[in-house]
């Protein structure tokens, strides 16, 4: 499979076009960026992670029936995965109150959610990714019908019930996740983007301790540590 030229620049992940013109490749970058940009910095090694976390992500939730652009991983910072029309909404899945929610409603920090919550964000940097919901959509245009958003709805609910006892039984507690969905050349909605500790908070089941990005944009350090952790886990080592 032959890299050609640079498609896009995203803040995680480079994007470039191939001999293939259904399959392009995506770039891992050390770069961590919070705070719509505010904050940055890069960390050696953290791409590759990220691409190890997302390629086994990727194949569990295959084997399980979720449709995904992965191909598959062709070095340590490179994924080849299917070209697909991006869908502008972050899909948010919460199982515990932290993060944005806590601040926006008040909630009690780490308190157990009653039930999974699913929010939509616009993938909009400029407008620093505000609150949708399914109204504000379709009027954007992100989809055309609201069956598509109820799809969405129900897959990243399906992706949480597999990835969330998957990872309890690594002793780590899946918090929440942001996913983002696009629709492939059949017109097909499928799961594209990475999963990695970038944009999954994953807390240690004994001890607490935050295992993700959250040590980044909190200034805790460790980063690469709970990363590497988080594949061994992953991986049963
Ligand atoms: P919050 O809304 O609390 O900041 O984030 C909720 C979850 O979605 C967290 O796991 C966070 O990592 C992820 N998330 C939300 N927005 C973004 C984003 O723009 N980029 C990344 N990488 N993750 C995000």
Redesign the pocket.
């Known amino acids: 499979m032959e890299k050609r030229e640079l498609l896009y620049e995203g803040k995680a992940k480079k994007l470039y076009l191939t001999d293939d013109k259904e399959l392009v490749i995506s770039e891992f970058k050390d770069d961590l960026t919070a705070f719509n940009g505010l904050k940055k910095a890069s960390e050696a090694g953290k791409g590759a992670l990220n691409n190890k976390i997302s390629t086994e992500l990727f194949k569990l939730l295959d084997s399980k029936g979720i449709p995904t652009h992965f191909v598959k991983m062709l070095d340590d910072n490179h994924m080849l995965h299917k070209k697909v029309d991006v869908i502008l909404i ?1 899909v ?1 899945v919460r199982n515990i109150a ?4 806590s601040k926006n409603l008040g909630l009690t920090d780490g308190m157990v959610l009653p039930f999974t919550l699913v929010e939509f ?1 616009y993938k909009n940097d400029e407008l620093g ?1 505000p609150k949708l919901n399914d109204q504000h959509a379709l009027i954007l245009g992100l989809v055309k019908y609201q069956d598509e958003l109820d799809k969405i709805r129900r897959m990243a609910r399906e992706i949480n019930d597999i990835l969330r006892p998957y990872f309890a039984d690594k002793g780590l507690n899946l918090v ?3 996913l983002e969905f696009g629709k492939d050349s059949s017109g097909n909605i499928i799961l594209v983007d990475e999963i990695s500790p ?4 994953f807390w240690d089941m004994t001890t607490g301790e935050k295992m993700d ?1 959250d040590r980044f944009r909190q200034g805790l350090g460790g980063l690469k540590m709970a990363y590497e952790e988080v594949l061994n886990r992953i991986l049963g080592k």
């Open positions: 972050e948010i932290t993060g944005s929610l964000d990714d929440d996740f942001k970038d944009n999954c908070r990005k």
